[in-house]
DNA sequence: GCCAACGTTGGC
DNA sequence: GCCAACGTTGGC
């Protein structure tokens, strides 16, 4: 099993609307960046583990968790005229972007900041920490026990 | 709202 | 295939 770390901004999607969503769970639309893409068609599988990260907002931070519940699938917002997420270049036959499903497990019971994660000497490796505009990256589970154990502080 | 960092595009 | 220009992301 993997971990990972979905960005989202919560204006648009909160770790709350996954909570209350349907069944608890979304299909993760909308990546458009083939390292991201890369890491849902290659390695991502159900029971994953992923921590839902807020940014664009007041406070930048891992807010709690969510599981893969269903792999990649082919993301029909890239056909859709009218979305932002449309990609004039790619069509049906040979569609560009996918998304995974995840479904909500839990709220960390205290978010654990970007502010903190920088300041952790104990995570040296996470994208988030290199200035990464990566939407998905890889949590190892040193990472991912490490950022737990903050949210229990 | 600014701007640095970085990914993508397209001309050559 | 290089690289400058451009667009986007995301913290501040």
Redesign the pocket.
Known sequence: MAYWLF?TEPDAYSIDDLKSDVQQSTFWEGI???QARNFMRDQMQVGDKVFIYH???KV?AVVGIAQVTKAAETDPYQFDASSDYYDP?STPDKPRWIGVTVQFVELLSSQVT??AI?ADDAIVDLSLK??????IMPVTEQEWRHIIEMSKR
């Open positions: 960005k458009r960046n083939y940014s664009s907002c930048p270049k970007l502010k920088k290199k200035a990464g505009r990566l939407s």
